[in-house]
Nanobody
Framework: QVQLVESGGGLVQPGGSLRLSCAAS????????MGWYRQAPGKQRVLVAS???????NYADSVKGRFTISRDNAKNTVYLQMNNLTPEDSAVYYC?????????????????WGQGTQVTVSS
């Protein structure tokens, strides 16, 4: 019922920048929170940054000062601007959204995940 589509991943050199986008679509009433997670090979999926509906922001210590999360609520889209990238940032990045959506005539709140987009930082 709700789909999240990520874009913007790719190959970049150390010190470079990328901007990830995640657009939510469907019978959405509201998006209460959106965030970005990443998972490197052999490691657990971890939170990178999140944005609450009230404007609250949260960043992992490893990305503070380099990454910026922002939202366009009218478009149900969240962005992650990634600057000064390092090889340790290489991972599959996943978009997550907590969505209240219409289902059989009522609202239900659920977490949704995108398919992920690969970010590779390498020379």
């Amino acid at each position: 019922q709700v789909q999240l589509v990520e874009s913007g991943g790719g190959l970049v050199q150390p010190g470079g920048s990328l901007r990830l986008s995640c657009a939510a679509s469907g019978r959405i009433f509201s998006i209460n929170a959106m965030g970005w997670y990443r998972q490197a090979p052999g490691k657990q999926r971890v939170l990178v940054a999140s944005s609450g509906s009230g404007g609250s922001l949260n960043y992992a210590d490893s990305v503070k000062g380099r990454f910026t999360i922002s939202r366009d609520n009218a478009k149900n889209t969240v962005y992650l601007q990634m600057n000064n990238l390092t090889p340790e940032d290489s991972a599959v990045y996943y978009c997550n959204a907590r969505v209240a959506a219409w289902r059989i005539g009522a609202l239900y709140e659920s977490d949704y995940w995108g398919q992920g987009t690969q970010v590779t930082v390498s020379s």
